[in-house]
């Protein structure tokens, strides 16, 4: 490790890392938006549900390199523009979240449906106020793997020239220079692990009545 190419460069890393954190979060948040009516359509689905779930995994096997190349051409944006990994990302999140949401869903008990229901809760104000609460934390688990794994894929968005860590690889890669990569695999590993200790964070705030440490 070369101490001296750190402290020159570290703005720059710096930099480079903060890019890396809100490409990293925004689709997860997007596609969690999206995926909660999606997983709720889902888990009432009945015969439909596994067509459904089953199309939503689907589009987590394109390839990521091939839809970042793809996107500027869908959406009329420059091959370098942000915009194409936010969508690209969002997309993974929804694959991974529809199923997560819909099977949170799923555990809610069908007496405390009917209490609620009982108790004059709306179908909207039931999902809301009752069903979502309960389904947290397995959706907080869902969660914890999109925001790991789109960490990852981030990176891989250097390959088109997008600036967040990943940059730090194919300088490394040119330059035959191990510092910036050894760098670059340190800081994903750390801001993955920030996101899932934030994720679990949040989670046990939105749940209190769940045993700690659970």
């Known amino acids: 490790m070369r101490l001296d190419w750190l402290a020159r460069e570290s703005g720059r890393i710096l930099e480079l890392f903060l890019w890396h954190l809100g490409l990293s979060l925004a689709p997860v948040a997007i596609g969690l938006l999206l995926a909660l009516p999606l997983g709720w359509l889902a888990q009432r689905a009945g015969l439909f ?4 779930l089953g199309t939503a995994g689907l589009l987590y096997t394109i390839p990521s390199l091939a839809l970042f190349v793809l996107l500027p051409a869908i959406l009329g944006t420059r091959i370098l523009d942000p915009l194409n990994v936010v969508v690209a990302l969002t997309v993974y999140a929804v694959a991974l979240l529809v199923r997560t949401v819909s099977d949170g869903l799923e555990t809610v008990s069908p007496d405390v449906r009917q209490a609620a229901d009982a108790m004059g809760y709306r179908a909207p104000a039931r999902f809301l106020k009752v069903e979502l609460p309960l389904a947290v934390p ?3 688990a869902g969660l914890r793997v999109a925001v790991v794994s789109n960490v990852s894929i981030v ?6 020239g997008t600036p967040q860590l990943g940059t730090l690889f194919t300088q490394g890669l040119q330059l035959r220079f191990l510092t910036p990569i ?3 695999i340190v800081l ?4 993955a692990a920030l996101l899932d200790a934030l ?3 949040l989670a046990g705030r939105l749940t209190p009545w769940q045993p700690k440490g659970r």
């Open 182 to 184: 050894v760098t670059g």
């Open 188 to 191: 994903c590993v750390l801001l």
């Open 49 to 52: 549900r596994q067509a459904l």
């Open 155 to 160: 990176s891989v968005a250097a390959l088109v």
């Open 199 to 201: 994720v679990l964070f």
């Open 138 to 140: 397995v959706i907080a």
